[in-house]
């Protein structure tokens, strides 16, 4: 089965913290997603990676940015916490470009004070 | 991407079909019907997709009506582990992979 991994289910940052948020996938995937989740928001895109080091901005990328130096490896970076951005965070990924199935991590809720 | 419509909840006795119905009245030619559902406090979970055939795995069926306005997912025997917020999404099959979820119809099984 397919594993996506997220550092952790729970995070509590002060603002202006800087906050890394890891995600692992295990199946050798090419995409790697990062979403957030919000009451009455729905799911919305943050950024996208294709390949190693690569990166693609979604539909909400502001005080956000990523790093993939690994292809399994996907990092969200919130370069300074601010209390909008408390969310669940979602990591995803699928095997290329034309797969149907995303696969999701367990979600990090993170709050920010 | 095409706009979808359901029901905002919805309940289902224990072992009974679970019958989801989704509107995608502007739904484009190319585009796929996608199904997820969302466990709480876990992450999506990909159920079905189709494009004008119906469809059936060993999770659901997904029916899907001749003019493919609307869809119907079913549960064929749901479980109170089926309870869960699920997602009718419209999409091309090469959209980037990115994924937009709306309110999606939090299903209720009940003993």
């Known amino acids: 089965d397919v594993k996506v991994t997220q550092s952790s289910r729970y995070l509590v940052k002060r603002t202006g913290e800087k906050v890394f948020l890891e995600c692992v996938q295990d199946?050798?995937?090419?995409?790697m997603f990062w979403y957030r989740q919000d009451p009455g928001l729905g799911l919305r895109l943050i950024y996208f990676s294709y390949d190693v080091k690569m990166k693609e901005k979604g539909d909400i990328p502001e005080g956000y940015s990523v790093s993939r130096e690994k292809k399994e490896r996907f990092s969200l970076i919130l370069e300074s916490a601010s209390t909008n951005q408390t969310s669940m965070y979602l990591c995803a990924s699928t095997l290329g470009s034309y797969s149907y199935e995303q696969y999701f991590g367990p979600g990090t809720r993170l709050t920010v004070t | 991407d095409a706009k979808t419509t359901q029901p905002p909840s919805m309940d289902c006795a224990e072992g009974r079909a679970a019958n989801l119905p989704c509107n995608h009245s502007t739904i484009s030619g190319n585009e796929y019907v996608y199904w997820y559902r969302q466990i709480h406090s876990q992450g999506p979970q990909y159920i079905i997709h189709?494009?004008?055939n119906n469809e059936t795995n060993e999770m659901a069926s997904l029916i899907i009506t001749e003019d493919r306005k609307s869809s119907t997912l079913i549960l064929p025997h749901a479980t109170l582990r089926d309870t869960a917020v699920y997602y009718c999404i419209v999409r091309v099959e090469d959209a980037g992979n990115m994924l937009t979820f709306g309110g999606g119809t939090r299903l209720m099984v009940k003993p």
């Open positions: 189709g494009l004008k």
């Open positions: 199946m050798d995937h090419e995409n």
